[in-house]
């Protein structure tokens, strides 16, 4: 599976943008999926996270309210809207897909797939 994340930028504290993870491969759909965040000099943190269906979600307490993760399978595309963002948010985003289906959709350590990341850079 190839992971390819795109839609970061440079944005005011406030602002908002689209992240998108294109996957290759025909089981897209069974995979739980992952976004995780990395700031200079601090490890990588759990973001969000959805199922194979997309009928569940979890956010970080971080961004719960201003992040929506969702996904579109006949796509292959997991996307991230991230809203009302913060310099705090500054980080490179990874996409990250699970094809075992673990329960601890937070640990890094779950995912068995990573895209290169897309750099957020929110100025204040």
């Known amino acids: 599976v190839q992971l390819v994340e795109s839609g970061g930028g440079l944005v005011q504290a406030g602002g908002f943008l689209g992240l998108s993870c294109a996957a290759s491969g025909r089981t897209f759909s069974n995979y739980n999926m992952g976004w995780f965040r990395q700031a200079p000099a601090k490890e990588r943190e759990f973001v969000a996270a959805?199922?194979?269906?997309?009928?569940?979600?979890y956010y970080a307490d971080s961004v719960k309210g201003r992040f929506t993760i969702s996904r579109d399978n006949a796509k292959n595309t997991v996307y991230l809207q991230v809203n009302d963002l913060k310099p705090e948010d500054t980080a490179v985003y990874y996409c990250?897909?699970?094809?075992?289906?673990?329960?601890?959709?937070?640990?890094?350590?779950?995912?068995?797939?990573w895209g290169q990341g897309t750099q957020v850079t929110v100025s204040s």
């Open positions: 959805i199922n194979w269906s997309g009928g569940r979600t």
């Open positions: 990250a897909a699970d094809p075992g289906g673990s329960r601890w959709y937070a640990l890094a350590s779950s995912y068995d797939y």
